[in-house]
Each structure stands twice: as structure tokens, then as C-alpha cells.
């Protein structure tokens, strides 16, 4: 919701001012202008990146007009998910806790949290990491080693999409001035005629320029910018659910092991002791 308030404000701002120093607006509507920078545009990220990841940018890009899914709500569920994996564990047993790992989808425990599960990188985040650990052949610190890695290239994976936005929009500023240098070729090419239509010409020239200037600076560079933010958002999601396994691998209660997760989340996020005991219904301080 904030991105498109921040999308309105920024064009807003601009056509306002534009009609309060008495511009004409249709001067602005340049369909071949548009035409150019943004198909450029558009093959520039085609060269640039293979297409799946263009698909994903593309994907990316329409995400932040939902806003970011990292709530206080959406860590206190995970929070919730993780005791209850960890009090099953512990009250039926790792070998019964295996049969809910190698099938997710059938599993009681699992199947409460249908939003969590959807998102297939966090259940096999998860899965994984407790087959690992009830298989019992991995040191707890190299367990950790490993799941640090799985976040790390993960993270990096999808870092590719802000990368493949930012080569788009730095190069938007030099798709306008392409846009603007063919206006003057034609403008060239009109020399001699009314000057109402040399003027056009001129008009439709520098109208290339800024919107390349404008669509880089107040468009694509922040998207990029929100979507670094959302990934640096679900990296620290991950390093959360990391610290609750790790300290569950290690032999924690399970009450223990996910005040471990909790104190992982950012602090504008991080439910309060209070919630969590109230959440998963006598656990907290009780359970410990």
C-alpha cells in the first residue's frame, strides 16, 4: 500500500508542479518516446538475465504493491509452529517427528499453518534441517555451518533480482538521452517548416530525457530498493527460525529453543514474552 502512496506522491509532485508553472500536460504524452526508453528498457533486461530471473523480477516487482508479509502477526505464527514441531518432538518421540518431516503435507503438526507451508523454501528450510538433526550424524555446530550456508546462498539467489533491477535503471537516464538524440534527428529533418512544429519536435526531444531521468530515479531504483529490503527482511525471518532448530539440535527444551528464535527477531517485530505465552497456550515460563 505505501509503495503505490509512494508511486502517486512522486508523479503527483511532478505533473502538479508541471501544471502550476502552466505546462500543458498532453505536451507530456509522448507515445514514442515511451516506445523507446521502455522497450530498451525492457531489452536491456532481457540481454542482461536469463529468463527465469526476468520473470522473477517481474514478479518481484508487482510483490510490493502487497507490502511485506514480515509482521509481527507472521512471526508470532512461526514462533507458534516452531513449539508446537518441538513439543511433539518431545512428547512422541524424534522417530515419530521423521514420519512428519517426510511428509509435510499429511502432517498434523504442520498442516495448522497453511500460509507458512505454502512458501515451499521455508517448509524444506525447516524439514531439512530437523531431518539433519534427527539423524544424528552432523555435530550441532556443523548443523549450524550448514543451515548458515543454506541462508547465505538462498539470500544471495535472490539478491539477483535488485542486481538485474539496478543495471535497468541506471541505465534508463542513457536510454532518455537515446530517446532525446533521435527527437533532435527529426527535429534536424524539420528545419525550415512552421515553427509550431520545430517546436513539437523540440518538446518531444526533451520529453525523453526526463522520463528516463524520472522513470529510473522515481520508479525503478526505489522498487529495486524495496525489494532489497523484503530480502534482507526474509533473511532475517530465516536467522530466526536457525536460532529456534539450533537450540532444539542442541537439546533445549523446546520452550527454551524458541525464546532462542524470539530474541532473533528484530525488535519493531518481536512479540513480546507475554504473547508468546499466551500464543502457545501455558508454554513460556511454565513450560521452562
Known amino acids: 500500500m505505501f509503495s503505490i502512496i509512494g508511486i502517486v506522491v512522486v ?3 511532478v505533473i502538479g508542479g508541471f501544471l502550476m508553472e502552466k505546462g500543458k500536460l498532453l505536451v507530456l504524452v509522448q507515445p514514442a518516446e515511451l516506445v523507446i526508453i521502455g522497450g530498451a528498457a525492457l531489452g536491456t533486461l532481457l540481454i542482461a538475465n536469463p529468463l527465469p530471473l526476468v520473470i522473477k523480477v517481474l514478479k518481484s516487482a508487482l510483490a510490493i504493491l502487497s507490502g ?4 509481527k502477526d507472521f512471526y508470532l505464527e512461526s514462533l507458534k509452529m516452531l513449539n508446537d514441531i518441538f513439543q511433539f518432538a518431545r512428547k512422541s518421540g524424534m522417530a515419530k517427528l521423521e514420519e512428519d518431516i517426510e511428509n509435510p503435507d499429511k502432517s498434523p503438526v504442520f498442516s495448522k499453518y497453511p500460509k507458512l507451508i505454502k512458501d515451499h523454501h521455508v517448509l524444506y528450510f525447516v524439514c531439512d534441517t530437523l531431518r539433519t538433526a534427527v539423524a544424528g550424524v552432523v555435530a550441532p555446530h556443523d548443523l549450524d555451518a550448514l ?5 547465505e546462498i538462498h539470500h544471495a539467489g535472490a539478491m539477483a533480482t535488485v542486481k538485474a533491477l539496478s543495471t535497468v535503471s541506471d541505465a534508463m537516464p542513457g536510454l532518455g538521452i537515446v530517446a532525446a538524440v533521435l527527437g533532435i534527428v527529426i527535429t534536424m529533418g524539420a528545419l525550415g517548416g512552421p515553427p509550431e512544429a520545430i517546436g513539437e519536435h523540440v518538446a518531444a526531444a526533451l520529453v525523453g530525457t526526463f522520463l528516463g531521468i524520472l522513470i529510473s530515479y522515481g520508479l525503478i531504483s526505489p522498487v529495486a530498493a524495496n525489494i532489497e529490503k523484503t530480502l534482507d527482511a526474509e533473511a532475517q525471518y530465516y536467522q530466526t ?12 527444551a523446546p520452550s527454551i529453543a524458541v525464546e532462542f528464535a524470539r530474541r532473533a527477531v528484530p525488535h519493531d517485530l518481536r512479540p513480546t514474552f507475554k504473547d508468546m505465552e499466551a500464543a502457545t497456550k501455558g508454554g ?3 513450560a521452562a
Open 11 to 13: 508523479f503527483g509532485a
Open 284 to 286: 513460556g515460563a511454565k
Open 241 to 252: 527460525l536457525r536460532a529456534g532448530l539450533m537450540a532444539f539440535s542442541k537439546g533445549m
Open 147 to 151: 543451515v548458515e550456508a543454506d541462508i
Open 68 to 71: 511485506s508479509r514480515y509482521t
